[in-house]
Every structure is written in C-alpha cells, then in structure tokens.
C-alpha cells in the first residue's frame, strides 16, 4: 500500500509560479511511476505529468510542455511539480498518483488533490 499527500496549492495571479509537492508512504516511492492529474470543474480528469521511478524518464500534456517541469526526490520519498506562467486555464484540482509501468502508466494509488486557482 502507498499512501499519497499532495500540498502546495493556493491562489495565484496569472503568469505567476507554485511547486506543489506529493508525500509518499508506504513502499519505496522509487518502485512508482508518479504522475500529476488535475481536474477542473465540470471536466474530466486529464493526465498531465508523469515521472519514472529513476526519475530519469518524464512526460508532459501539451497543454503545459515548457511551462511545467516534474521531478522527484526518492530519498524523501517526494515528487514535486513546478508551475511556472501559470494560466486561469490551469485552475484545477490536482491530484498525485503512482503506478506502473511506464510502457502502460496504471496508477493505482490517488491522494486526495489540491485545489490551484489562477486569477487572470
């Protein structure tokens, strides 16, 4: 089992920055996949970061390529996600996960999300 806590959200103003972090306990965060989800209202929840275990693999959404950046510190069992030009587009709750592997990427593990708003 692997819990997951996420931190970090708040309000900001466009064009502005928030690392939000993801606290893993449990088994070895190095075992996981992680991977950042978000969902805004009324939406469905959309993929939007994912990191290997090594942390030497990454992938992005479109939608935040060059503005978001993941990364992850296995010796304190956390993943961060830096959110840098921020956009009212990005107000979203956003959630953690891990799972593997990463040809398949199944995350079966969730924390319980973090609210970002961004105000234009």
């Known amino acids: 089992q692997v819990q997951l806590v996420e931190s970090g959200g708040g309000l900001v103003q466009a064009g502005g920055s928030l690392r939000l972090s993801c606290a893993a306990s449990?088994?070895?965060?190095?075992?996981?996949?992680m991977a950042w989800f978000r969902q805004a209202p009324g939406k469905e929840r959309e993929f939007v970061a994912r990191i290997s275990g090594s942390g030497g693999l990454t992938s992005y959404a479109h939608s935040v390529q060059g503005r978001f950046t993941i990364s992850r510190d296995n010796t304190k069992n956390t993943v961060y996600l830096q959110m840098n030009n921020l956009k009212p587009e990005d107000t979203a709750v956003y959630y953690c996960?891990?799972?593997?592997?990463?040809?398949?990427?199944?995350?079966?593990?969730w924390g319980q999300g973090t609210q970002v708003t961004v105000s234009s």
């Open positions: 996960a891990a799972g593997g592997p990463w040809i398949t990427s199944t995350y079966n593990y």
């Open positions: 449990g088994r070895p965060g190095s075992t996981y996949v």
